[in-house]
């Protein structure tokens, strides 16, 4: 069984009847309790909540920043539909429109438009140029992440007009998936986390004609959030996690050894590659004590632009095939 057997499925009725959800139920209220019972479930769409939100600000900037990208989305379908049309009614071929890529993903995913749900951010500092520098002279990219998202918020997303009929029946289209670090942030076990990837990517297979690029989760190093989600995630003797590889690593080997083999057999080899970002970002530096790359990711969680960077050309090569 990899799921918990308790979760709290926000119904219509609540969803819509937010302004009951007064400021300390959402400082009060964690994501996972201390039995190991979690408030969103990482495979079913939910927006976010009082157990997903820290504060109330966190939950309504989060409803604009869905707008926002709805925005984009709707604008982008216009562009490129408005595109093909002018070329058909010229009499020429539209293969000269570069093909959709489809960004989704989290903070890291939302460090491309340089901002953390819609507000400007240091750490994104020259992140946004490289959508022209190394995207834009294959691919026509569209950022679709907000910051703080897992799973089920993405999934969620998805369903709720951030995908749209221009680019999800495009088959030149890819989408390219990084997802699932908040998960594992919040509390919930790595599996459990996979199989919210896993209903993520499936439903991009399921409805859309394009591939889908999956990116494996990235290194974390930052350690000193380990210790707001002991309890119920602890090591044997009841103290904090030492490390969240151990984390990171079980859930990238359920994703390459159980989701993708699944996904591959129903939907063919040829829609869905994985490719592994993280390794550039692994190892120690002199002074300091992260198993991450204080020159990449000074964070220990979010990449700077030297980082961005390498994320960027990887996902770059394996949408052109070179996922290696």
Same mark, same amino acid.
């Given at each position: 069984?990899?799921?918990? #057997?308790? +979760? ?10 937010? @302004?009951?959800? &007064? ?27 009082? +157990?997903? @939100? ?8 989060? *409803?604009?920043?869905?707008? *926002?990208? $709805?925005?984009?989305?709707?604008? +982008?379908?216009?562009?490129?539909? &408005?595109?093909?049309?002018?070329? $058909?009614? !010229? ?19 939302? @460090? ?8 400007? %951010?240091?750490?994104?500092?020259? %992140? ?16 679709? !992440? %907000?910051? =703080? ?53 499936? +439903? ?14 990235? #290194? ?8 707001? *989600?002991?309890?119920? /995630?602890?090591?044997?003797? !009841? ?15 359920? %994703?390459?050894?159980?989701?993708? #083999? ?5 939907? =063919? ?8 970002? =993280?390794?550039?970002?692994? !190892? ?5 004590? /992260? ?23 990887? *996902?770059?090569?394996?949408?052109? =095939?070179?996922?290696?």
């Amino acid at each position: 069984v990899l799921f918990e #057997p308790s +979760y709290w499925v926000p119904s219509p009725s609540a969803l819509l009847d937010s @302004s009951s959800w &007064d400021a300390p139920l959402f400082e009060n209220t964690p994501f996972c309790d201390a039995s190991g019972k979690c408030g969103e479930r990482p495979d079913k769409p939910s927006p976010r909540t009082y +157990y997903s @939100s820290r504060q109330q600000t966190d939950y309504k900037q989060w *409803i604009e920043m869905h707008d *926002i990208l $709805r925005g984009s989305a709707t604008k +982008y379908e216009v562009r490129r539909h &408005d595109a093909r049309r002018e070329a $058909r009614r !010229g009499g020429s071929s539209v293969d000269h429109l570069l093909p959709p890529l489809i960004l989704l993903g989290d903070s890291i995913t939302e @460090s491309w438009l340089g901002t953390k749900e819609g507000q400007l %951010i240091e750490r994104a500092t020259g %992140i946004p140029f490289l959508l022209h520098q190394l995207f834009e002279p294959h691919f026509d990219p569209l950022v679709l !992440g %907000i910051s =703080g998202d897992q799973t089920q918020h993405l999934l969620y997303r998805l369903q709720d007009r951030e995908l749209h009929p221009e680019y999800a029946h495009d088959k030149e289209a890819t989408f390219t998936v990084l997802i699932g670090t908040n998960n594992l942030g919040a509390g919930v076990l790595p599996k459990n986390a996979a199989m919210g990837v896993k209903a993520v990517v499936e +439903y991009l297979l399921k409805h859309t004609k394009g591939k889908v690029v999956l990116v494996k989760v990235l #290194p974390r190093g930052d350690v000193e959030k380990l210790s707001p *989600i002991c309890k119920p /995630r602890c090591e044997a003797d !009841g103290s904090p996690l030492k490390s969240w590889m151990p984390s990171v690593d079980e859930m990238n080997s359920v %994703i390459e050894k159980n989701v993708v #083999p699944k996904l591959t057999r129903k939907f =063919g080899k040829k829609r869905l590659s994985l490719v592994d970002c =993280g390794k550039e970002f692994l !190892g120690s530096e002199d002074g300091s004590s /992260r198993e991450t790359k204080d020159s990449l990711m000074p964070d220990g969680l979010h990449p700077n632009v030297e980082g961005q960077t390498i994320l960027s050309q990887c *996902i770059v090569n394996c949408a052109a =095939g070179q996922c290696d």
